[in-house]
């Protein structure tokens, strides 16, 4: 069975979305108080672990996905845009760093997916070169800009460690109201990677992804706007 440790957990949607899934969750990070009661009364057995800033990764229970659902007051069009450096967003650092102490202490074996969920605001903050930073911080490796300095909605990064991919879902679909989000998936398996897959089923809210399959555009060091097929940015090499 598959496990799951959630950052900025909120009250728990995370952990609520994994075991309808067969996903046991294991642990969750959050600072503010009523959240954390309501999430420790519906999983009375997920480990609580409070302030993300002084977890470390290598220490935490390995779990084989991480999810991520970063403040975005800094990211949002509705802010003072203040980007990645901003108090808030750039908490997204912590997150990666977490991901990355942990992989490190289990030789690269968990977690196998990190999961990030955020405003659309991500791909215009700070000129594109916030959700750049965000792509190459998972990534670790540089990665360039869209030739029209503007990112997909729909988007896959095949990167020399890992696969990227991501998505914009609008709310609409499950509850009434209008709330659209980025959803990335990153899958560090480098035999088989399958965020794509994930993401991008045969049909989907958006239409049959079965054909988009056969008409993804690879693009070499740029990625361009796609609405319904995602674009695939390759980078081979570690650059």
Same mark, same amino acid.
């Given at each position: ?103 490190? &202490?289990?030789?690269? =074996?968990?977690?196998?997916?990190? $999961?990030?969920?955020?405003?659309? %605001? #991500? ?98 060091? &740029?990625?361009?706007? =796609?609405?319904?097929?995602?674009? $695939?940015?390759?980078?081979?090499? %570690? #650059?």
């Amino acid at each position: 069975m598959l496990t799951l440790g959630s950052l900025f957990d909120g009250i728990g949607g995370w952990l609520l979305a994994a075991v309808h899934n067969g996903v046991k969750p294991i642990w969750s990070s959050e600072i503010e108080k009523f959240p954390m009661a309501v999430t420790k009364h519906h999983f009375p057995d997920v480990i609580q672990l409070g302030d993300i800033t002084k977890l470390d990764g290598a220490k935490l229970p390995p779990v084989d996905i991480i999810c991520a659902g970063s403040p975005c007051q800094d990211l949002s069009v509705a802010g003072k845009r203040e980007g990645l450096k901003g108090e808030r967003s750039g908490l997204f650092i912590n997150a990666i760093n977490i991901v990355r102490r942990m992989r490190m &202490s289990t030789g690269g =074996g968990q977690p196998r997916f990190f $999961v990030w969920e955020n405003v659309p %605001g #991500a791909f215009s903050s700070n000129k594109g070169l916030d959700f750049r930073a965000v792509l190459e911080e998972i990534g670790q490796t540089e990665i360039p800009m869209p030739a029209n300095d503007k990112w997909a909605e729909n988007g896959v990064a095949q990167l020399p460690g890992c696969e990227i991919a991501w998505r914009v879902l609008d709310a609409q679909w499950w509850v009434p109201q209008r709330r659209k989000r980025i959803f990335l998936v990153a899958d560090f398996d480098s035999i088989q990677p399958c965020a794509s897959k994930i993401l991008f089923v045969e049909k989907s809210v958006y239409g049959n992804f079965e054909k988009g399959e056969s008409e993804r555009q690879e693009v070499t060091g &740029s990625v361009t706007d =796609g609405i319904g097929i995602p674009i $695939v940015l390759r980078m081979r090499g %570690g #650059a």
